[in-house]
């Protein structure tokens, strides 16, 4: 069982920074691919980023390509998201999340990913 903890959430004038974490309890998380997702209210949940077990690629949504970096850091079982240029549009509950099994590919839906986090609430003020 994987549990994943985002913090890193909060109010921001449009124009700034936050840098998201997600910290997974499963001491082999670093044979998982992750992704990080949104959902804003009224709205589906949709893909933001993810990032291979290695770090070796990402991927992004277009609507934050150039904008958002995700990394990882496998030696504290911990995977990020840097968010620059922050628009009111990018408000919304962000959940960070964990394919199930080592291996598994990367999808840009969240059926691809059984492991989730509770969400950490990113508001941004025009």
């Known amino acids: 069982q994987v549990q994943l903890v985002e913090s890193g959430g909060g109010l921001v004038q449009a124009g700034g920074s936050l840098r998201l974490s997600c910290a997974a309890s499963?001491?082999?998380?670093?044979?998982?691919?992750m992704g990080w997702f949104r959902q804003a209210p009224g709205k589906e949940r949709e893909f933001v980023a993810a990032i291979t077990w290695s770090g070796g690629a990402t991927y992004y949504d277009d609507s934050v390509k150039g904008r958002f970096t995700i990394s990882r850091d496998n030696a504290k079982s911990t995977v990020y998201l840097q968010m620059t240029s922050l628009k009111p549009e990018d408000t919304a509950v962000y959940y960070c999340?964990?394919?199930?099994?080592?291996?598994?590919?990367?999808?840009?839906?969240?059926?691809?990913?059984?492991?989730w986090g509770q969400g950490t609430q990113v508001t941004v003020s025009s």
């Open positions: 499963e001491r082999t998380f670093s044979r998982y691919d």
């Open positions: 999340a964990s394919t199930r099994w080592p291996g598994d590919s990367i999808s840009y839906s969240p059926d691809g990913y059984h492991y």
